[in-house]
């Protein structure tokens, strides 16, 4: 048997309650709070026999291990991970796919805030290497408020051999680099592609580098250098959707 996951934060259990209640096995409640948002995500998991308990605020610290819970906390079934396999059926279903391609963000608020931003931006999936990247644990949960069960998360064991893969299925990979010569601005950035963001500091490893198919630029017009990688990608995202809307 699997072991069980632990996810808190309201947006974070309301959305798995939302897209795959089986997967609840037990809630943990603040025991006094009676908020209309915290009320509608209890009567829902009732509504789907979801086993409730209500507890005092330090039962939740401790089983959140100091993480802002918001007073609830609920132990799920792992979902299946998906993996270069599941490509092919990603890129079917769309015909102008974008995806998000994360090298090297290791920090799970980060990479919470990038799915948040890449639901909200339409994109059809996340792209991350094994190994070097983030896992889906309950901080990426919790900070992506439900985007977590909405874009697939996809890890490949080679980031490069993935790029050379979707390139061939016609994607058109646009990398970030400081040191690129195009702004991001003065960029084509429609039909199906790939938006490939570096972490912080460090950028993309150099064979991600190498196997984009064109690099560009945020103008950085103050004294720092760079960006936090995921305002650098809300910004990347919402320029693609800007240009896909014809604006």
Known sequence: MSQLES???IHAVRAILDAAPLRVVELWCLKGRDDDAFQAMVGLARQHGVSIQFVPRKTLDDRAKGENHQGVLARIKPAKIANESDLDAILAANDQPLLLLLDGVTDPHNLGACLRT????GVDAVIVPKDKSASLN???????????????????TNLARTMRFLQEQGVWLVGTAGEAEQSLFDCKLRGPMGLVMGAEGKGMRRLTRENCDEL?????????????VSVATGICLYEVVRQRLGA
């Open 216 to 228: 560009v630029k945020l103008p950085m017009a103050g004294a720092v250098s760079s960006l936090n």
């Open 118 to 121: 890449a639901d909200a931006a």
């Open 7 to 9: 996810v808190f934060g």
């Open 138 to 156: 309950p901080t990426v949960r919790k900070v992506a408020c439900g985007a977590a069960e909405t874009v697939p998360l996809v890890q490949v």
